[in-house]
């Protein structure tokens, strides 16, 4: 830990100049920790001497950080995957998914897609033991409470203990290849690639992308082709960005506002941002992300223009 922390006031030092409350304000991601973002907030207003909580979100909600946070990510996946299967004419609780990942945003999309009724039969987590990944399912329904008990701080079940209380244990990619109406790539980049999207089940519907960038190109040209529904990860996996602008904005108002309030804020953002995208697919007749993409890129130019630089 001691190390860690050097790591993270170092790294302050070299970009305190490039970021600030009303600059760049960085973010935690994967293997980062509310305690590293304190970290990096305290060396950042030892530099500049004085009280800046909106520097850097991702911090314990006792500094400053924002009730909600911690599950943004999964449940702004959740929310998106709610509207998308109001589109495909799907009730949440027909329908089966398959996980890969069992951390932060893998086990938060798990909890509030259950919630909503849907069932999620397999996920996959790395091994830091054997290195390397196992797919762990149980064919009529995981038990989230079930397996974050044994769970390591990394995601990484334990496979014996899995067994025990009933879970098949199979090969990390098997994931892909289950029976389901649903997939969350929510682990790491290029996930899904043309080496095994043919792997994908004919009776998949619907990609979430949870993970940045778990499609390759080539794969994501074939998901085009079967039309298969995928929500892209720059609008699926908003919800973690959306919320630390949430905690900016608190932090810089030295006011907080209750989980609730968080989470109704950010469902109300993600469903908005998804419909836009949405109507825009429709209306181009073009690919979700061809669609995300074309608002993304747009609103930039209109700014620009408006600022009289083009």
Not at 43 to 49: D, F, K, V
Not at 303 to 310: E, S
């Given at each position: 830990m001691g190390e860690q922390e050097r790591i993270c006031r170092a790294y302050v030092r070299q970009i305190a100049r490039d970021v600030g409350p009303l600059r760049d304000v960085p973010a935690p991601d994967v293997m980062t920790s509310a305690q590293h973002m304190l970290?990096?907030?305290?060396?950042?207003?030892?530099?500049?001497?004085?009280?800046?909580?909106?520097v850097i979100t991702g911090k314990p909600v006792a500094m400053g950080g924002s009730?909600?946070?911690?599950?943004?990510?999964?449940?702004?996946?959740?929310?998106?995957?709610?509207?998308?299967l109001k589109e495909l004419n799907l009730r949440p609780e027909d329908?089966?998914?398959?996980?890969?990942?069992?951390?932060?945003?893998?086990?938060?999309?798990?909890?509030?897609?259950?919630?909503?009724?849907?069932?999620?039969?397999?996920v996959s987590c790395w091994d830091q033991q054997d290195q390397q990944p196992y797919t762990f399912r149980k064919k009529d329904g995981?038990?989230?409470?079930?397996?974050?008990?044994?769970?390591?701080?990394?995601?990484?079940?334990d496979k014996v203990k899995a067994t025990e209380v009933g879970y098949e244990c199979l090969p990390g990619d098997a994931w892909i290849e289950q029976e389901v109406d649903i997939l969350f790539p929510c682990a790491l980049e290029n996930s899904i690639t043309e080496n095994n999207v043919s792997s994908i089940?004919?009776?998949?519907?619907?990609?979430?992308?949870?993970?940045?960038?778990?499609?390759?190109?080539?794969?994501?040209?074939?998901?085009?082709?079967?039309?298969?529904?995928?929500?892209p990860d720059f609008l699926a996996n908003a919800g973690g960005?959306?919320?630390?602008?949430?905690?900016?904005?608190?932090?810089?108002?030295?006011?907080?506002?209750?989980?609730?309030?968080?989470?109704?804020?950010?469902?109300?953002?993600?469903?908005?941002?998804?419909i836009g995208v949405s109507e825009v697919a429709r209306k181009r007749k073009l690919y979700m992300r061809d669609a995300a993409y074309t608002i993304a890129i747009s609103r930039v130019a209109q700014?620009?223009?408006?600022?009289?630089?083009?």
């Open positions: 970290w990096m907030l305290d060396e950042y207003e030892q530099i500049h001497g004085g009280h800046f909580p909106g009730l909600g946070r911690t599950e943004a990510t999964g449940y702004g996946v959740v929310f998106t995957v709610r509207e998308a329908t089966i998914a398959a996980v890969q990942g069992f951390g932060n945003v893998a086990q938060y999309a798990v909890e509030l897609y259950n919630q909503i009724g849907g069932t999620v039969i397999a995981i038990d989230l409470l079930e397996l974050r008990k044994i769970t390591d701080r990394f995601g990484g079940i089940s004919k009776r998949v519907k619907l990609i979430a992308e949870g993970a940045n960038g778990p499609t390759t190109p080539e794969a994501d040209h074939s998901l085009h082709e079967r039309k298969i529904f995928v929500i960005v959306t919320c630390s602008y949430f905690e900016q904005v608190q932090s810089n108002m030295n006011y907080f506002w209750d989980r609730d309030e968080v989470l109704g804020k950010l469902d109300t953002m993600m469903t908005s941002a998804f700014a620009c223009k408006d600022r009289g630089w083009v």
